[in-house]
């Protein structure tokens, strides 16, 4: 009698499938690249510029004849908010050193030539990393620690400044050209220009000072004090009142009553002007312009 060999059942366990992560490349953050190069014409070259120069006997600029920039630098990247290092590497698309391969070393600097680099559009990493970079005076991003070394060059910013200043500079003079004589003679004389000759005179004066700052002649027409410091000077030319370097007072005769002392370093006109904006003081100009009446 033969037994049977009970085999025992073997169960099969499913097989588990392992998922593999497949790397994925880090993204190359160009925005805060992207915001340097905002408004500008990437197919155009751009011009960097060294800011040290000296000058020859004849008041020539010049510059060294070579000057070489180290091409690797750490900067601030606006985007993640964090310190990174950059390196001018060609043949590399990124300027990130965390991007870049990892056998790839900077090879030699970049040099600027008789003062000036100039950077064609078929070398766009060269141009990030000038943009990039702490040397850079116009990277608005640069490290205040830092020490800047060059400036981009930008002629239509410069153009479009020049344009704006000489508007302002025409509206300047077309307003002296207009103003009543009155408005002119009393603006003048807060001024401090001479009053006492011929209006043409007087206005080819007052050209000139808009010619200088027509921003803050412009300005001194819209001050609230204007009137008030023109009805002094013209209280002070009629002896109304009077002062020097340390109060300014009443004429009354041989008396001098007091209105206010003068501080340091400032005018008397501004002193009484400002006096004169307080409750302290707000009846002074009424009083003035009453006693210039009574003078006729």
């Not at 998922?19 to 953050?29: D, G, I, L, R």
């Not at 751009?46 to 000057?67: A, H, Q």
Request: hydrophobic residues 30%.
């Amino acid at each position: 009698m033969t037994k049977k060999k009970n085999n025992p059942t073997k169960t099969v366990e499913p097989a588990v499938k392992k998922t593999v992560e497949t790397p994925t490349a880090k993204k190359s953050n160009t925005h805060g690249i992207n915001n340097l190069n905002k408004g500008k014409d990437l197919n155009k070259p751009v011009t960097y510029r060294l800011v040290k120069e000296s000058r020859d006997s004849k008041g020539r600029v010049k510059f060294s004849l070579v000057y070489m920039l180290k091409a690797e630098d750490i900067i601030y990247d606006p985007e993640t908010g964090v310190n990174r290092k950059i390196r001018y590497i060609p043949g590399e698309s990124s300027i990130y050193e965390d991007e870049q391969k990892e056998d790839s070393k900077v090879k030699s600097p970049i040099t600027f030539t008789n003062g000036f680099l100039i950077v064609d559009r078929t070398n766009p990493t060269l141009r990030k990393f000038m943009d990039a970079c702490n040397a850079n005076r116009s990277n608005p991003n640069r490290m205040s620690n830092s020490r800047a070394v060059f400036y981009m060059v930008d002629n239509e910013k410069k153009a479009q400044e020049k344009m704006q200043k000489s508007m302002k500079e025409m509206d300047a003079i077309r307003t002296v050209f207009e103003m009543e004589l009155d408005k002119l003679i009393g603006y003048a004389t807060v001024l401090g220009i001479n009053t006492k000759k011929s209006t043409d005179e007087i206005r080819y004066d007052m050209k000139v000072l808009a010619e200088k700052d027509p921003v803050s002649f412009i300005a001194g027409l819209d001050d609230p004090k204007m009137d008030i410091k023109q009805t002094i000077m013209r209280g002070k030319e009629s002896g109304v009142i009077d002062w020097d370097s340390q109060k300014i007072s009443w004429v009354q005769g041989d008396q001098r009553p007091v209105i206010t002392h003068i501080p340091l370093g400032v005018k008397p006109v501004d002193c009484l002007a400002d006096m004169c904006m307080t409750d302290k003081g707000s009846g002074i100009i009424d009083q003035i312009k009453t006693k210039m009446k009574v003078l006729g």
